[in-house]
């Protein structure tokens, strides 16, 4: 075996035998600096007056939008082809692939893996698809209609762009026969991580936009800590490879930029009229 995938393989396997602390690590920093930046925005709008509080779309609003969500797709789209360059089991990702998941097998409390078999639920998706009805029907109620179907675009988007991808790379799931958890199909990217993006990140949107300042702290946290959470019970379920996981965030991710920036652009298309 080459030095580089040894050591990939070796750094697998510690990560496997702490998975569930260093899960927990991860989360509690991921969900701090969300609120951090919650916080800050939310300290960065009491300094304006009520008047700037909400200023309209412009231009150089919309621009920056755009620009933002190229590089975030450019970035997203390259970490995701680095990942499929390297998919099989015999190269130094698929080898690290499976000894985090030998490893997350030994290691994991069965007390622990319940919990995950509960929690990975929520990227289900049945339930995406009532959140969809019930977050569109609030926002149509609302009158906030446009923000509505691109809410209602963004889960159905990326609930064909998944399996299309899955059908491309044909990766075969990892074996799992604790039985908290069922899946069928193909593995790569993982349904459940891209759909739990699109949603975590589309509601920290609506948030944003719908909500008082003062809950923008609370709704980062949430939206990272749902988003990290159902893409992580898919790793120590072993229903995926950690490679599905991080491809099918970076996908979903990827989409709902395209869809942030362009409700911005629908939005300030709106303003001017």
Not at 11 to 29: I, S, T, Y
Not at 206 to 235: D, E, F, K, N, Y
Request: aromatic share 8%; glycine share 10%; hydrophobic share 60%.
């Amino acid at each position: 075996m080459p030095a580089e995938a040894a050591s990939l393989v070796g750094f697998a396997q510690q990560l496997g035998e702490h998975g569930l602390p260093a899960f927990l690590a991860a989360l509690a920093v991921a969900v701090a600096l969300a609120g951090l930046a919650g916080w800050l925005l939310h300290w960065r709008r009491g300094r304006r007056s009520a008047a700037e509080d909400a200023p309209p779309p412009t231009l150089v609003r919309l621009a920056a939008a755009f620009a933002a969500g190229f590089a975030l797709i450019v970035c997203a789209a390259s970490l995701f082809a680095a990942i499929a360059r390297r998919l099989g089991p015999d190269n130094a990702m698929g080898l690290a692939d499976q000894a985090l998941a030998d490893a997350i097998a030994q290691h994991t409390p069965a007390t622990a893996l319940r919990v995950f078999a509960l929690l990975t639920h929520l990227g289900d998706p049945l339930v995406l698809a009532v959140l969809g009805v019930v977050v569109a029907g609030w926002l149509w109620w609302k009158r906030a209609r446009l923000l509505a179907i691109g809410w209602l675009l963004a889960l159905g988007g990326n609930a064909v762009l998944n399996p299309v991808l899955k059908g491309v790379f044909e990766r075969t799931r990892p074996l799992h026969d604790h039985g908290l958890a069922q899946a069928t199909g193909f593995s790569f990217p993982s349904g459940h991580s891209s759909g739990a993006m699109v949603a975590g990140s589309m509601l920290l949107y609506v948030a944003l936009r719908m909500l008082p300042a003062r809950w923008h702290a609370a709704a980062a946290m949430a939206a990272v800590a749902l988003v990290l959470g159902i893409a992580c019970s898919r790793v120590f379920l072993r229903v995926h490879f950690a490679s599905d996981v991080a491809a099918g965030l970076l996908s979903g991710l990827a989409w709902a930029g395209v869809c942030v920036a362009g409700l911005e652009f629908a939005r300030h298309r709106q303003s001017r009229r």
